[in-house]
């Protein structure tokens, strides 16, 4: 697991552009906006996945959480997660919240056997208005 500077960027959105569809990924500059800001952590699973959480105070969020398509069905998600939840337990963090769409139900199921349940709801959220579910897990937990 590599931890993701800006330098990194470039790697994060070929990632990321290889896991969602053209009109949902972020670019190079967005990632390195991101890398660069207080409080946001990356890692980067070499198998081609990848974590961005932001934390502040004792609460931490997923950013984003990707894997590329060809390497789905491997564990590399749930390798991502779990760093991820470890690096905010590490920082600090009591809590952690994200947000899914509705209709993704492999992140939904990877999420759901991590522990994490729902805690709120944001209608028509994503541009194909679907709602995205916010879902929390405590920290250890």
């Given amino acids: 697991m590599i931890t993701a500077s800006r330098a990194h960027a470039a790697a994060c959105a070929a990632i990321h552009a290889a896991a969602f569809p053209p009109d949902e990924t972020w670019g190079e500059g967005a990632f390195a906006e991101l890398l660069a800001a207080p409080g946001v952590h ?16 004792d609460e931490a969020e997923i950013l984003t959480l990707a894997t590329m398509a060809d390497a789905r069905r491997r564990g590399i998600g749930r390798r991502v997660l ?52 916010v879902l929390q897990i405590t920290c250890g937990g």
């Fill in 42 to 57: 990356g890692l980067i699973d070499e198998a081609g996945g990848l974590v961005l959480m932001r934390q502040a105070a």
């Fill in 82 to 133: 779990t760093a991820g939840l470890d690096w905010a337990a590490a920082a600090g963090a009591l809590r952690v919240f994200l947000e899914v769409s509705e209709a993704n139900a492999p992140a939904r199921a990877l999420y759901q056997a991590a522990g994490f349940t729902l805690c709120g709801r944001r209608r028509r959220y994503y541009a194909d208005g679907s709602d995205a579910l």
